[in-house]
């Protein structure tokens, strides 16, 4: 079985927790609900899409498996878990899923995602 870098920042089962995968990826989901928030605040993207996103945006429909085994290709996991979500934004509501990450990139994600987790 695999070990994962990130177990090394468990050092208790309640840590293990703060860490897992299914917590790391509800850190990234929540940055991209946030940014969504924000541009609507700002009037750069719909209230609609907002909705279309954080609708969407709850780890328990992604896969970690997947997302991490698309990652050895991209080099990141936001790149998988973002075209994830922006699927799952287009099945629900077509016009919104072009706002999904609008104006972020890989980065943005797995540093907020991480700090978000690291403040838990």
Do not use: C, N, W
């Amino acid at each position: 079985m695999a070990s994962r870098l990130i177990d090394s920042l468990a050092t208790t089962d309640a840590l293990a927790e703060v860490f897992s995968d299914r917590s790391l990826l509800q850190a990234m989901l929540d940055f991209e609900v946030a940014l969504a928030r924000a541009e609507v605040t700002a009037g750069v993207i719909p209230e609609r899409a907002a909705g279309a996103i954080a609708a969407a945006a709850r780890a328990e429909h992604f896969d970690p498996e997947a997302i991490a085994s698309e990652a050895r290709e991209s080099g990141t996991i936001a790149i998988p878990l973002v075209q994830a979500l922006t699927a799952r934004v287009q099945a629900a509501d077509a016009a919104s899923a072009r706002f999904v990450h609008f104006g972020a990139t890989s980065q943005d994600v797995a540093d907020s995602a991480m700090v978000l987790t690291l403040r838990r």
